[in-house]
C-alpha cells in the first residue's frame, strides 16, 4: 500500500479528529492534512500540517479553499460537515480538474439529504415511515401542526446537525418566538413526537454497490441536560447492534433518494412509543462523529472508502452488513479518553445501581 496525501475538513472537532485517527490507525503513512474554519481547532488535531478556511458557504469559501488545493495538492479530500460537503459537492467539478478525488454521490442527492423536509417528503412518498411532518412558513402553519400533529410537536431546523434548532414544545407561542430567535420562518419544520430510542445505520457505497454497513443505538447524549431539546448530536454512549429491518428500512430510505448510491450515506432512525423506527435524515458524504468506535473495534471505514478511492480495493469481510459483533459499547466524555467495552459490563453497573436505589426491605 503506497501513501498518499489526504485533505480533511473540520479538524480540531470530533467529527474531523475521528477521521484523522482512523487514517492514521491504518498502516497507509498517509500524509494527512487539516483544514477548519476554527483558528483555536487547528491547534487540537494530530495531522501533518494544518490549514484556516473560511466557513463553507461564504462568500470567498470557494475561491479558497481551491488555492489551497493547488498548494496542498492531496489525492483525496474528506470533508465532516454537513454545510461543507454541500459546499465541496457544488465545487467538484473544479475540484476533480485539479486532481482530488471527493467520493460524493450526485449532487441532487447532497442537496436532497442536506435539507430534511426534501428527504421527508420522498420518504413519505414512498410509503416509508416517517414522522407527520409540516414545513413552517408562518405562524399559521404553526397554529395548524400543534392542532393536527400535537398536542406537542418537535421543532426543528431542515438544515444543520447537532439537534441544530431543536425543541418540542405544545405552546404556538412559545413555538413562534422560538423560530422568531432563529429567523427560522420557512427553514423549520414541525413534526410529530417521537420517542428517545435512536438508532443509525453507517454505511459505504460504491458506484451503486453496498460495500459496508454498520448499526450503532445510541444510548445517551452527553450534555443533554445542558439542551433545551435533551439532544445535542454528541452521543454519549453508542452500541453495536444488528436489526434486518433496521437494515431494509436504511438501504429502502437511501435507494428512495439514489438508485446508484456512492460515498458515506449515515441513516439516522428514532423510534416511536410503540417501538417502531422511523426516518428522521441522512447524513449525506460524511462519517458520524463517534466513527473511530467502529475503527477501535476492527472496523475502520474512513480507511475502507481511502483504500476504494486510492486503489480500488474493497474490503475482505465475512459479512458486508453488521460485520461487528453486537454488544460493543463506546463511551465518551469532555477531554477523557473514549473507552471500549461491553454492553454486558455496562449493565453490571447499571443493576448496581438499581439495587441502590431499591428500598430497603
Known amino acids: ?18 477521521v484523522v485517527k482512523s487514517l492514521r490507525a491504518s498502516a497507509s503513512g498517509d500524509y494527512l492534512i487539516g483544514q477548519s474554519s476554527s483558528p483555536a481547532d487547528l491547534f487540537l488535531t494530530d495531522v501533518d500540517e494544518a490549514h484556516l478556511v473560511p466557513e463553507a458557504g461564504g462568500p470567498v469559501y470557494n475561491q479558497v479553499l481551491l488555492a489551497l488545493l493547488e498548494r496542498t495538492g492531496p ?4 470533508v465532516q460537515h454537513d454545510f461543507e460537503v454541500r459546499a465541496v459537492s457544488r465545487l467538484r467539478d473544479e475540484i476533480i480538474a485539479r486532481g482530488v478525488a ?46 393536527r400533529l400535537g398536542p406537542e410537536v418537535w421543532l426543528r431546523a431542515i438544515e444543520g446537525g447537532g439537534g441544530s434548532g431543536a425543541i418540542a414544545t405544545d405552546s404556538a407561542d412559545f413555538g413562534s418566538a422560538w423560530i ?32 459496508v454497513a454498520q448499526t450503532r443505538r445510541r444510548y445517551e447524549w452527553a450534555f443533554s441536560n445542558r439542551a433545551p431539546a435533551g439532544v445535542t448530536g454528541v452521543t454519549r454512549v453508542a452500541a453495536t ?13 437511501i435507494l428512495a433518494i439514489d438508485p446508484t448510491p456512492h460515498g458515506v450515506f449515515g441513516v439516522d432512525m428514532t423510534y416511536s412509543l410503540d417501538g417502531i423506527p422511523h426516518l428522521t435524515e441522512i447524513n449525506i458524504g460524511r462519517f458520524f462523529t463517534t466513527i473511530y468506535f467502529f475503527t477501535r473495534a476492527g472496523l475502520n ?16 469481510l465475512e459479512k458486508r452488513v453488521n460485520p461487528l459483533p453486537d454488544g460493543l459499547v463506546w463511551i465518551r466524555g469532555m477531554d477523557v479518553v473514549p473507552t471500549l467495552t461491553t454492553l454486558d459490563e455496562l449493565r453490571t453497573l447499571e443493576r448496581q445501581t438499581l439495587a441502590w436505589e431499591r428500598p430497603s426491605a
Open 1 to 18: 500500500m503506497s501513501s498518499v496525501r489526504v485533505q480533511i475538513g473540520g479538524v480540531g472537532g470530533a467529527p474531523g479528529n475521528n
Open 75 to 78: 489525492s483525496l479530500l474528506l
Open 102 to 147: 471527493v467520493p460524493l454521490p450526485a449532487q441532487r442527492t447532497v442537496e436532497v439529504c442536506v435539507d430534511k423536509y426534501q428527504s421527508y417528503e420522498i420518504w413519505a412518498k414512498a410509503g416509508l415511515p416517517v414522522p407527520a411532518t409540516a414545513l413552517l412558513n408562518s405562524r399559521a402553519d404553526l397554529d395548524e401542526a400543534i392542532t
Open 180 to 211: 422568531d430567535r432563529f429567523e427560522g420562518w420557512g427553514a423549520f419544520t414541525a413534526a410529530s413526537m417521537l420517542g428517545r430510542n435512536s438508532i443509525t445505520w453507517q454505511s459505504v457505497w460504491w458506484e451503486g454497490e453496498l460495500i
Open 241 to 253: 447492534v444488528a436489526d434486518p429491518a433496521i437494515d431494509e428500512l436504511a438501504r429502502a430510505s
Open 301 to 316: 471505514m474512513p480507511m475502507i472508502l481511502r483504500n476504494l478511492v486510492i486503489d480500488g480495493t474493497p474490503p475482505r
